[in-house]
């Protein structure tokens, strides 16, 4: 159940996006302990996107989970810099993130919730 969102106004090639979302999923479903197949990544680029005023390359990530422990939110933000940085190029002064941990009444899957 875990949800990572990358956008970034820089463009990346078909194939390096979906390395990074191969990477980014593999690696926080198991920092987190859950299992891959719940992971869900995705990755907008190209976004009309500013950060500090001007338009160099960079992100903004939001990783959604049931049970998101605050206690690794700094491990996770480590984690999740390095991928950006080493897939996309993005420096990580250049990335902001938004962690949520979201109540299992308000996600939602197969017809239900959790």
């Not at 820089?10 to 926080?28: G, M, Q, R, V």
């Not at 996107?49 to 049970?67: K, S, W, Y």
């Amino acid at each position: 159940m875990p949800y990572l969102k990358i956008t970034t106004n820089k463009a990346i090639d078909a194939e390096p996006k979906l390395k990074l979302l191969k990477a980014a999923s593999k690696t926080i479903a198991a920092e987190l302990g859950k299992p891959e197949q719940y992971m869900m990544v995705s990755a907008e680029n190209q976004a009309a996107m500013l950060f500090g005023g001007n338009d160099a390359p960079c992100a903004f990530l939001e990783l959604r989970g049931i049970g998101l422990p605050i206690s690794k939110t700094e491990k996770l933000s480590q984690i999740l810099c390095a991928l950006v940085e080493s897939h996309a190029g993005i420096h990580p002064n250049r990335i902001y993130i938004n962690f949520a941990d979201i109540p299992t009444n308000l996600w939602g899957w197969n017809s239900e919730t959790f």
